[in-house]
Structure formats: C-alpha cells, structure tokens
C-alpha cells in the first residue's frame, strides 16, 4: 500500500499499525470508521484510553491491575482467601477467571525467571508474595505457571523460600492432554505426564 | 469473555471493541499493549486520532479529504487535470491510487444514487462535478463506480447531465474476468461482459 494523501490521515494509520498484529490496510479500516464517527464518539475513544493509563493503578496486595488501591478481587469477601494462586501476568487471571473454577486469590509475578533474558528473582514480586504467606493465614499456593523450564524453575525457586507452615498445601497445574483432543495429536511429553499423573475413575463424579 | 475485574480497563476494551470486526479478546489485548506502552506513546496515539478528527477537510475541488484546503492530488501538477475519475468514496482513490496506473484527478460522489437507501442526487457531489466539467478544460470522466445496478443509474444519471462538448470522452471501467482467475469461477454475467467487450490481441503490447 503506498502513502497516504493525507498526513493526518498517514500519522492516525501509522499509530493503529503499531497495535500487535495490525496491518497498514486494516490500521485504515479503522481510522476511515473513526473518520465517520461523530466527534463525541470519537473522543470518547481516545478519553478512555487516557483515563486508563492515568489513572491504572497495581493492586497493592496481588499486583493485578485495579482502579482502586485494592483490586476486586482481592477485595470481593466472597473470596478464599486462603488460597493464592501464583501467575505471570494479568492476563494469565483473566484466563483463570474466565474457567469460573476459580475462588481464591491471586499474585502477578510480572513475568518468569528467564536468564537468558536477565530476569531474576529480584525483577519479580516474589518478596510480596512470601511477606503474604507469612502474614495472612494462607493454606494453599497454586503455581499456575507456563509449561517449560523457566516457569519450573520458577515455580520451583518460590517454593524453597516459602516459610515452612505444616498447614502449607503447595500445587501446580495439572498437566495432561487437552479436553477434546486425540491422544494422537498430544505430544509425548504431554501425554507421558497425563498418564503418570492419572486420576481416579469415580462412578459418581 | 466475563467481565474485567477493573472497570477503567473494560471501557477502554469496549472502546476498542466498537471498531469493525474486532471483538472483545482482541480489544483486550489491544489495551493490554497499550498498558505496556511509555505514557508519551499512548500520547501520540490519541493525539494523532484527535488531530485527524479535528483538522482533516474535504478537498474543496474533489472531496477527497485532505490536510489542506485542497488535496495532494489535485494540487500535483504533475497530474493530468484534463482526466477525472468519479468515486464513490475515498477508498476508492486509495484502491486506484494503489494500481500506480492512473495519473489523473478524481471526484468523490460521497455515495450513489440509492433510492432504496433514499439517496437521491441531490446528496452526491454532482453539482460540484458538472460545475468542474463546465469550468475546466477535462477532455474524459471516467466512472469508476460499482458494478450494480445502483452503480450504472448514478453514472447514467450524470452522463445524462454532462454538458454537451464535442471533445468530451465518457468512460467506465472494464468489466471481465479476474486476473489470474479460471473461466470456470467467473460469474456468466461477468464472462458474458468479458467476451462482449473483448480486447483485441496485439503482437507487441
């Protein structure tokens, strides 16, 4: 696609190309649709943009986004809290979330332990989640952590800092093949995890 | 998708969700990527939407739109001013621009004729047309318009009203097979069309 006649045209494109996954002819579609808006709509878009940067914050307990001091969920007394599970990032609660299987709390690490892309356990808040352990009447921490070695090492790494509770119940994702999916097309590594970690047939459940 | 736990963080996902063909996990991460961005991007992004809305104008000889009072196009002098070709719609310019094999000016309609859309004449550009026919030297209009039935009335209903000059070429855009398409998936109309007006065969071109 060549360049634009219009500059303002070409600067507006230019930034929506810049979006993950946009191309130039689709950058357009959206700005020939912003073009037909009315002006209150269109500043509606863009104000809501601004008021979430500005005004985001990090959940002081959990570091999930909030727009409060204390996220919704950490918040919600309908919660277990009692339970915390330990993800990467905001997006990994949102996936949990949507599961509805889900009732306890939770703790963003804000990534992995990656050497190779110099994170170490000081980048992450691994320290916040070892003062919650200690000072909040914790029972279970879940590990639900990416399926490669950086994430169990990881997982791993937090799990020899923990203080040792004999109340402290300590998991991680189960690992198997995929509901709906053929043994067939299920890696041997996945398939050799699943079929070690089986689970009791129950005739009532 | 439930709903995010941060209310900030579902306006903005609804205000991208709002735009053509993107959904609410691709609006998630569209803001997610605007999380991750420095305050001065979001900036930039914003503000190149708000300068295009608040300062872009049509072309007062095309209607194209434009930065200025008059469009790059039109303002090229470079560009054969004795040709138009009439659009329906900006995008249009953008498709013919894109062949890099038309080098004169445009009219942008801003529609068609569309009585059961009740769009009538009288909401085209077709004044503006005939008053630049009349007032500059064009020697051809071309109609680059939709094959429909809609397309043909809106360039039959101008040819009908285009002053009478003796050196003034009407045309409309070759309809045919695809480039590159089989005989076997063209349409009969089309392949009818397509061998009515069939191009004679020339050794050297």
Redesign the interface.
Known sequence: ??S??????E??V??FA????IGRK?A????????RQS?EE?????D?????????RECRQCH????EDM???CSDPKRDAQTICVVEN??D??SL??T?QYRGLYHVLGGIISPMDGIGPSDLNITSLLERVANTPVKEIIFALRATIEGDTTGYYIFKKLPRKDELLVSTLAKGIAVGNDLEYTDELTLGRSIVNRVRFELNG
Do not use: W
């Open positions: 696609m060549q634009l006649s219009s500059k303002l045209l600067k507006a230019e930034q810049s979006l993950p996954g689709t357009l579609r959206y700005v020939l649709h912003m073009l002006p269109v500043k509606q878009f863009t809501s943009i601004t008021a979430l940067k500005e005004s985001i999930n986004i909030s727009d996220c919704e969920i905001i997006k609660i949102m979330e949507a509805g």
